[in-house]
């Protein structure tokens, strides 16, 4: 709605991401809200670890379906609390909250 704040919101399905969620609709009403999953592939967290493991096929698809239910979990939070809200799952490679400043940087919420 033009007027309202856009926010980025991280979501990750914690109890705390989802009080971040209430406590957003609370303060801003029907604010537009990008809720960001940053997800990193299973084989990345397996690589780290000096333990390559082989990756059956079709596994980081999945990964990445699971990934965006998780956000769009977040954001049918938000618009059940009266946020205009979207989903963004983003994989990566690097620490989650670099990502979001990232997601931040390209998105220019407001908050």
Do not use: H
């Given at each position: 709605m033009p007027g309202e704040p856009h926010l980025l919101i991280a979501?990750?399905?914690s109890d705390?991401?989802?009080e971040a969620i209430a406590f957003a609709a609370r303060t801003?009403?029907?604010a537009r809200a990008?809720?960001?999953f940053a997800?990193?592939?299973?084989?990345?967290?397996s690589l780290a670890v000096g333990a390559p493991v082989p990756i059956p096929e079709g596994e980081i698809e999945h990964e990445e379906q699971l990934a965006k239910r998780v956000a769009e979990d977040g954001a049918e939070k938000a618009?059940?609390?009266g946020l205009v809200a979207?989903?963004?799952a983003i994989e990566t490679a690097s620490a989650a909250w670099q990502t979001i400043v990232d997601a931040a940087d390209r998105r220019h919420p407001d908050l």
């Open positions: 979501y990750d399905g705390q991401a989802q801003f009403g029907e990008t809720l960001v997800w990193e592939p299973a084989i990345l967290g618009r059940a609390l979207e989903a963004e």
